[in-house]
């Protein structure tokens, strides 16, 4: 009975990560009700291994392996395609090592996929502090955004080519289909990824349901504007990068009839068009915005602009 199931192969890709929240990100994963399911763990630290002891201590009910370590690191994207090629399950879901999850996640995602007959699930987070207290009980309802709030069978692949329509750790997929998005492009993340190509070859089932709570602390809190100080900044992190999406998945998936238009939205992008950022301002609002800002304005006040952004926005 349990076969019938279906085995769920959870990919967990570590990074010096802090010892307390990896305590508790996989002892939740150990509590998950779905039974035929494996952890299967990176580490992609050459410089600070996590203990293999410590990591036997926290999971005593559910099968794990760890992967055989490299003589180089990967990066978080190469991490978790490693660990997409290494895996067996009928199903895939991508786990970061500072957040907790439900104990029905697994088994609701996978009731969800089979229901919809979709490629993908995508569940509502939770957001959680350093302490483990609840700061917003549902990022879905707490939020206008297009990206936060589409159901199941919307065609979000636009959108998703240049905001986050969901993080990794809220995703369950086809483990076929997840072998089939493999490599994946370096200059964007995996979870962005396989989104555009579920989103291309079939459907998406959106679970209006918090079943992960995503830890938001010292070490992993990112700003909008991480990392950018200045107008070149901005261009060769965030416009060029998405451009390059967008011309990757076009070789990829040359029928997808969006890729059109988000296309000319990032090219409209790279020539600071304002125009022609109006234009196709629906898909990214506050992209848009601040883009429209940055043309008019000289780059030293931009850096004035970014400055007091960092300081106040957090996403």
């Given amino acids: 009975m349990e076969k019938d199931k279906g085995k769920v192969s959870v990919l967990l890709s570590l990074y010096n990560p802090d010892k307390n929240f990896l305590e508790k990100q ?12 494996e952890i299967l763990i990176f580490d992609d630290c050459i410089e600070n291994r996590c203990s293999l002891t410590f990591i036997e201590k926290c999971i005593r009910k559910k099968k794990y392996r760890v992967l055989p370590y ?8 190469k991490a978790f395609e490693y660990l997409v090629k ?12 500072d957040d907790e999850w439900d104990r029905i996640k697994i088994e609701k995602c996978v009731d969800k996929i089979r229901q919809e007959k979709t490629l993908l699930v995508v569940s509502d987070r939770r957001i959680i502090n350093g302490s483990g207290k609840v700061i917003c009980e549902s990022v879905r ?4 955004q297009k990206y936060e ?8 692949g636009i959108y998703n080519f240049f905001t986050a329509c969901a993080p990794g750790m809220s995703i369950v997929m086809d483990g076929i289909f997840a072998k089939k998005t493999v490599p ?18 079939g459907k998406i089932s959106y679970l209006d349901e918090p079943l992960v709570s995503y830890r938001r602390h010292s070490n992993n809190v990112s700003g909008i504007l991480e990392g950018i100080t200045s107008k070149k ?3 060769e992190q965030r416009i060029i990068p998405h451009l390059q999406l967008v011309r990757e998945f076009q070789k990829r998936y040359p029928s997808y009839q969006g890729t059109k238009i988000a296309l000319e939205f990032a090219e409209a992008r790279k020539r600071h068009n304002i125009f022609e950022l109006l234009k196709y301002r629906w898909i ?9 800002i940055m043309a008019l304005l000289p780059d030293t006040i931009i850096r004035i602009v970014i400055k007091t952004l960092q300081r106040s926005v957090k996403v």
């Fill in 284 to 292: 990214a609002p506050e992209i848009v915005k601040f883009e429209i």
């Fill in 86 to 97: 290494e895996s067996d399950g009928e199903f895939i879901a991508f786990c970061d090592q």
């Fill in 26 to 37: 996989l002892r939740s994963l150990d509590e998950q009700t779905y039974t035929n399911m």
């Fill in 70 to 77: 490299l003589d180089k690191n990967l990066g978080y994207v």
């Fill in 149 to 156: 709030t589409w159901n199941s069978y919307d065609d979000i």
């Fill in 141 to 144: 309802h707490n939020s206008n």
């Fill in 233 to 235: 900044d901005y261009e």
């Fill in 184 to 201: 994946f492009p370096e200059f964007t993340g995996h979870d962005k990824w396989v989104i555009a190509c579920a989103n291309a070859c």
